[in-house]
Structure formats: structure tokens, C-alpha cells
Nanobody, 124 residues
Framework: QVQLVESGGGSVQPGESLRLSCVAS???????IGWFRQVPGKEREGVSC????????WYADSVKGRFTTSRDNAKNTAYLEMNSLKPEDTATYYC??????????????????WGRGTLVTVSS
């Protein structure tokens, strides 16, 4: 089974940027990749999703225009570029493989494998 490892989290000030990476131990081909985030006491929410080819992407309204997801299948790696970070972006971020994709709500209904997460803290 594919294992996912996120990296790139850290502490930044509002307005700054971070780039998260999600490296898979196996092939990511034929799978969509989703990014999710969770704050203690709240449900995990979808942030973005990208199809196998990278041809389609979905973003949560709260991150549209600020976050960009991409992938490099040759490197079995997906990315989440986060710009103009806000304190409300503070959360643990997880990547996940998904067997399907929806233009309506991304990968949330199709998740197969989760990574362990990386913490992002946005604070002045």
C-alpha cells in the first residue's frame, strides 16, 4: 500500500508563504491527490484536489486564489503552494490519495490513504 509523508509545514507570519510536499512511497499514477486540514476540535476539511493528470483542480472557497496544488508524477510527489497565509489557515495539513475526483467537492468522498500530517501555524 502507498504511504504518504507530508513536509514543509512550519510557523509563519500572516501574509507569508509556505510550500507543502507530499511524497509517496509508491506510484501516484491513476490517483487524485487531495489536501485536507484539521484544527483540534473541528472536522477535517478539504482544501484542494488534483486529478491524476493534473488537468483538473478543485479548491475550497476559503483558499481560492491563494493556494495552488500541483503534482509531479515522475517524482511521486504532490505540492500545495500556500500564499497570503492567514491566521485561520493554522491547522495540521494532510495529503491523501483518492480513487476519484469531483468538480463539486474535490476528493473528500474518495479518500484511500492518508498521510500523517504537517503542522502549519500562522501567527504574528
Amino acid at each position: 500500500q502507498v504511504q504518504l509523508v507530508e513536509s514543509g509545514g512550519g510557523s509563519v507570519q500572516p501574509g507569508e508563504s509556505l510550500r507543502l510536499s507530499c511524497v509517496a512511497s509508491g506510484f501516484l499514477n491513476f490517483r487524485s491527490i487531495g489536501w485536507f486540514r484539521q484544527v483540534p476540535g473541528k472536522e477535517r476539511e478539504g482544501v484542494s484536489c488534483i486529478t491524476n493528470s493534473g488537468g483538473s483542480t478543485w479548491y475550497a472557497d476559503s483558499v481560492k486564489g491563494r493556494f495552488t496544488t500541483s503534482r509531479d508524477n515522475a517524482k511521486n510527489t504532490a505540492y500545495l503552494e500556500m500564499n497570503s497565509l492567514k491566521p485561520e489557515d493554522t491547522a495540521t495539513y494532510y495529503c491523501a490519495t483518492a480513487w476519484d475526483y469531483s468538480d463539486l467537492d474535490g476528493c473528500a468522498r474518495y479518500v484511500e490513504v492518508w498521510g500523517r500530517g504537517t503542522l502549519v501555524t500562522v501567527s504574528s
